[in-house]
C-alpha cells in the first residue's frame, strides 16, 4: 500500500514531556502538509513543507511546534512541553504538488493524548 | 431531517434514500472544492472534487453541486448504503495558498 502513513497511530505523553509525530508521503509526492483536528471540530491547516523547505506555517503555533521535511526520511511534526490543549488528531496529507497541490491525500493521523 | 446539535450538524436518512449534504464556503479566490469522508478513528478520505468553474459533477452514487453566487457546495449521495455512515467535510483550496481549507462538518447517520 502506497499510501500516507503515519506513526505512531497513538502517542500519551504526560504535560512538559515531548511529542514527535512522523509522516511518510506517497510514493512520488514531495509536498507535506500536516493538519490539527480537534473532537467535532474540521481540520485546521498547520503547516505546509517541501523536501528541506518550510513553505508555509502560518497555521502553527508560534512557540513549542516545530516541523521538517528532510531531504532523507520522515516528514516530523515536534512539540516541545506538551500542555493538556495539545491533544487531538494529527493529520498528515501528501500531494503532487504544482497545479495539482489540491489532491492531497491524507494518513489516518495519530492521535495525541496529553495526560 | 437535519438538526444541529451541540457540535456536529447531523443528518439523518434511511437506507437507500438520497442524502443532500450542504456547504457554504467563504473564499471567492477558491479554485477547487473537494468532499471528504471520514469514518470514526480514520484519515479523511477523498470522495469527489469539482473546479470552480464547474457548476456540476458526477461520480459513482455520488454528485456535487457548487453554486458560486452564493457560495455553497452540496454532495448528493444516491441510495445511501449502510457504510456511508461518517462525517463528511467540505475543503476548499484557496488559490495560490496551497492549502486546504475545511468546513465544519455534517455527521450522515443511516435509519435501517
Known amino acids: 500500500n502506497a499510501g500516507v502513513m503515519q506513526n505512531p497511530r497513538h502517542l500519551v505523553r504526560r504535560r512538559g514531556q515531548e511529542a514527535r509525530l512522523r509522516c511518510s508521503p506517497m510514493k512520488g509526492h514531495s509536498h507535506v502538509y500536516w493538519y490539527r483536528q480537534l473532537p467535532e471540530e474540521g481540520l485546521k491547516f498547520m503547516v505546509y513543507?517541501?523536501?528541506?523547505?518550510?513553505?508555509?506555517e502560518s497555521g502553527m503555533p508560534k512557540e513549542r511546534f516545530s516541523a521538517e521535511f528532510p531531504k532523507e526520511g520522515p516528514s516530523i511534526l515536534r512539540i516541545q512541553q506538551v500542555v493538556r490543549g495539545d491533544s487531538a488528531a494529527y493529520f498528515c496529507?501528501?500531494?503532487?504538488?504544482?497545479?495539482?497541490?489540491?489532491?492531497?491525500?491524507f494518513g489516518p493521523g495519530t492521535r495525541l493524548t496529553v495526560t | 431531517g437535519e438538526s444541529v446539535g451541540l457540535h456536529l450538524p447531523t443528518l439523518s436518512v434511511q437506507e437507500g434514500d438520497n442524502s443532500i449534504i450542504n456547504c457554504a464556503y467563504s473564499n471567492s479566490a477558491s479554485d477547487y472544492f473537494i468532499w471528504y469522508k471520514q469514518e470514526s478513528g480514520k484519515g479523511p478520505q477523498f470522495i469527489i472534487d469539482?473546479?470552480?468553474?464547474?457548476d456540476k459533477r458526477q461520480g459513482q452514487r455520488v454528485t456535487v453541486l457548487l453554486n458560486k453566487t452564493v457560495k455553497h457546495l452540496s454532495l448528493q449521495i444516491a441510495a445511501t448504503q449502510p457504510g456511508d455512515s461518517a462525517v463528511y467535510f467540505c475543503a476548499e483550496n484557496i488559490q495560490g495558498a496551497q492549502k486546504l481549507v475545511f468546513g465544519q462538518g455534517t455527521r450522515l447517520t443511516i435509519n435501517p
Open positions: 513543507l517541501q523536501k528541506e523547505n518550510i513553505i508555509d
Open positions: 469539482i473546479r470552480s468553474n464547474m
Open positions: 496529507a501528501s500531494s503532487p504538488g504544482g497545479i495539482r497541490s489540491y489532491e492531497q491525500y
